[in-house]
T-cell receptor, first 113, second 112 residues
Framework: NAGVTQTPKFRILKIGQSMTLQCTQD?????MYWYRQDPGMGLKLIYY???????DKGEVPNGYNVSRSTTEDFPLRLELAAPSQTSVYFC????????????FGQGTRLTVV | GQQLNQSPQSMFIQEGEDVSMNCTSS?????WLWYKQDPGEGPVLLIA?????ELTSNGRLTAQFGITRKDSFLNISASIPSDVGIYFC????????????FGKGTKLSVKP
């Protein structure tokens, strides 16, 4: 009954540090997504994946990288953290794009100082 | 990037009141979804709409997919305190495009 699980829940990074946000889903969904949510701005797509080994850029991909080696996992990598990457990050998954609902994780709140 | 126009931005409710919010877009969508987000949590799906003109209910919530496919509304009847939160609309294109486009949200608060 886990759904989409994200770790960590909170993290503070210094400028220039790197980190990986983890996301795993147990629903056997093909599609996975990373969104960022800034205050009052809704959610913006960073990267998405339509299946293992396939990823594509979303609306705001700069400063991020992803990989999808398995159906279950879709980690998001920040290489050189910048203050502009302070945000709440949500991972989501869906069985197929658009026509069925996307299920979200609980989010990772990241602060870059 | 494209965004949906969601209104109102915020509203105050008194228990028992009906609530209405809507989203409009310059583009046609194949799917409209409505989510609710509580503080510190991820968005949770409330209603999914897949056909133009479709009217769907989920308890006290009713949502419609506009005929033009460029808008959708969500109504909450007889609001209760646990309805407080942020409501997001999202439009999806389907096909090979995997992402949803989100509105900026409507924040529902309780009247003091």
């Amino acid at each position: 009954n886990a759904g989409v699980t994200q770790t960590p829940k909170f993290r503070i990074l210094k400028i220039g540090q790197s980190m990986t946000l983890q996301c795993t889903q147990d629903m056997n969904h093909n599609y996975m997504y990373w969104y960022r949510q800034d205050p009052g701005m809704g959610l913006k797509l960073i990267y998405y994946s339509v299946g293992a080994g396939i990823t594509d850029k979303g609306e705001v991909p700069n400063g991020y990288n992803v990989s999808r080696s398995t159906t279950e996992d879709f980690p998001l990598r920040l290489e050189l953290a910048a203050p502009s990457q302070t945000s709440v990050y949500f991972c989501a998954s869906s069985y197929s794009p658009g026509y069925t609902e996307a299920f979200f994780g609980q989010g990772t709140r990241l602060t870059v100082v | 990037g494209q965004q949906l126009n969601q209104s109102p931005q915020s509203m105050f409710i008194q228990e028992g009141e009906d609530v209405s919010m809507n989203c409009t877009s310059s583009s046609i969508f194949n799917t409209w979804l409505w989510y609710k987000q509580d503080p510190g949590e991820g968005p949770v799906l409330l209603i999914a709409l897949y056909k133009a003109g479709e009217l769907t209910s989920n308890g006290r919530l009713t949502a419609q997919f506009g005929i033009t496919r460029k808008d959708s509304f969500l109504n909450i009847s007889a609001s209760i305190p646990s309805d407080v939160g942020i409501y997001f609309c999202a439009g999806g294109y389907g096909g090979s495009q995997g992402n949803l486009i989100f509105g900026k949200g409507t924040k529902l608060s309780v009247k003091p």
